[in-house]
């Protein structure tokens, strides 16, 4: 009886085992190569921010070049005196006027 249990035991616990390695899913191969240690999975986590953020300028500026040329003349040459006169104003400061008068707290103590 002992060894009977014991052999049903065994063979469930050899069943048991195959069934949940395939159970696991296998490695997704999307043409990259995983990174194998820490600091390559940083660079490469670094490398697709700079990437995203670089699509992201382009888009942003190929969107103000089109807003930009679908402006007739008048309105154009007005865009580009308000924007010299912005950084005509802006040079120098990090911060935008409301930011310096309106954010510091306790400036007088």
Do not use: V
Request: proline share 4%; aromatic share 6%.
């Amino acid at each position: 009886m002992l060894i009977r249990n014991l052999l049903l035991g065994l063979t469930l616990l050899t069943a048991a085992l195959p069934s949940d390695a395939q159970r696991r899913r296998p490695a997704r191969n999307d043409g990259g190569q995983t990174p194998r240690t820490a600091e390559e999975s940083i660079k490469a986590a670094e490398e697709k921010e700079r990437e995203r953020e670089a699509a992201l300028r382009t888009g942003w500026n190929d969107a103000q070049d089109h807003h930009f040329r679908n402006q007739d003349k008048a309105t154009r040459k007005r865009m580009r005196q308000n924007d010299r006169r912005r950084m005509r104003m802006r040079q120098g400061r990090q911060m935008p006027w409301w930011r310096r008068i309106f954010g510091r707290q306790n400036r007088y103590r």
